[in-house]
């Protein structure tokens, strides 16, 4: 039913139309549009972000608020940076430390 209404107007109609609404609505764009937005800068779910390795880019936070503040975007940990931790909670101690022992994991 409102893809027909839509189809029959331009982006801008339609944006004027809803607007001043509340219906929740954006006009679709692809990944690499979405990135060239310079809008995203100021944009309170975006952040500047350093991921050790790649370097800096621009990244989603937390859409969640919680008493007046939004988590903002965290580096991805490091591959293996959990391993012991994980391996903590299935062997026992002795086993996980002759791992690090051998080297097998780090930690």
């Not at 800096?56 to 937390?62: E, H, I, M, Q, R």
Request: hydrophobic share 40%.
């Amino acid at each position: 039913m409102i893809g027909a209404w839509i189809e029959a107007r331009t982006c801008d109609e339609v944006a004027r139309v809803l607007r001043p609404t509340s219906v929740l609505w954006s006009r679709y764009r692809t990944s690499a549009e979405l990135a060239r937005d310079p809008t995203l800068v100021r944009h309170p779910l975006f952040a500047p972000l350093t991921q050790p390795g790649i370097g800096g880019y621009l990244a989603p936070g937390s859409p969640l608020v919680f008493d007046g503040r939004q988590a903002g975007p965290s580096p991805a940990p490091e591959l293996g940076s959990h391993t012991a931790e994980v391996l903590a909670e299935l062997l026992p101690s002795a086993r996980v430390e002759e791992l690090r022992a051998r080297r097998v994991i780090g930690g």
